[in-house]
Nanobody, 118 residues
Framework: QVQLVESGGGLVQPGGSLRLSCAAS????????MGWYRQAPGKERELVAR??????????IYADSVKGRFTISRNNARSAVYLQMNNLQPEDTAVYHC?????????WGKGTLVTVSS
């Protein structure tokens, strides 16, 4: 089992920045994908960014809407994944969920709310 706890959400003005963190605990040694999804009110959950384990190449994937503004990173121990969000816009308002894949199973955090408003 893997437990995920997100932090770093909050209220920010348009153009501002936030850094989300996700702490992973439990059996983390075979996590091969770490990422962030978001769900805005009335919308489906969508992929924001994903990072593949370095063993498999270490590539990153971003939603088109966040390319150039958001950066995903993780620590070498696979115990944390981060999302640096710059130039936030009102359409980025959502609950952001951490996600990891381990042995073909997906694990989810409960989410952290990001609100972008003036």
């Amino acid at each position: 089992q893997v437990q995920l706890v997100e932090s770093g959400g909050g209220l920010v003005q348009p153009g501002g920045s936030l850094r989300l963190s996700c702490a992973a605990s439990g059996t983390i040694n075979r996590i091969n994908v770490m990422g962030w999804y978001r769900q805005a009110p009335g919308k489906e959950r969508e992929l924001v960014a994903r990072i593949i384990d370095i063993v498999y190449g270490g590539s990153t994937i971003y939603a088109d809407s966040v390319k150039g503004r958001f950066t995903i990173s993780r620590n070498n121990a696979r115990s944390a994944v981060y999302l640096q969000m710059n130039n936030l816009q009102p359409e980025d308002t959502a609950v952001y969920h951490c996600n990891v894949m381990r042995d073909g199973m997906a694990y989810w955090g409960k989410g952290t709310l990001v609100t972008v408003s003036s």
